[in-house]
């Protein structure tokens, strides 16, 4: 649970319940720390196509936004794939497995660890859990599998994927809504 400057968890106001990543989101800008983030998920212009086609925008929709004719028929991709720091699963029943793709922005010869906080009734695997990055610029993917070990109540459970070099600490907030296994 992340905190505030009273060391007492985030509230959600004005109503004083502890507030989850849905009011948060992925964190907050520290200028000083961006000049050195260490890593970053980057979004291109492809990315936000292919998630705008996956919500069935039109083309004349797409031509007014990019200024081209796009033809979505091949960008089908699920929108819990947009490379973006936050996870989000909808409607898990089963496994689902979510891809992200991170760049390295700090020294060469990098190595991250993951780690996953805890998500009630949903196991998630970190595929690898170790990305050594040889330079700077270089981009390396991972592989959240998220599989249904009990289903909730039909509200999210949330938890945090960090990648840690000891210096760097690069964390994503995940909320996933299990309904059936």
Known sequence: TLKDNTGGPLLRQPQGITATPFDFGSG???????????????????NLIDYLCSMNATQVQLLFLIGNMINCANRQVPAYNLNYPSVA??????????????????ESGSVYTATIGHLEGVNVKVT??????????????????????????????????TWSDGKHNVGSPIAVNAVSV
């Open 28 to 46: 907050h800008l520290n200028p000083i720390a961006a000049l050195d983030p260490g890593l970053v998920y980057e979004l291109d212009t492809d």
């Open 89 to 106: 699963v909808a409607e898990l029943r089963g496994t689902i497995s979510v891809s992200r793709t991170l760049t390295n922005y700090g």
């Open 128 to 161: 690898p859990d170790k990305l050594n990055f040889t330079r700077n610029g270089e981009k390396l993917s991972y592989r959240l599998d998220f599989t249904v070990q009990s289903p909730g109540n039909g509200d999210f459970t949330f938890g945090y994927l």
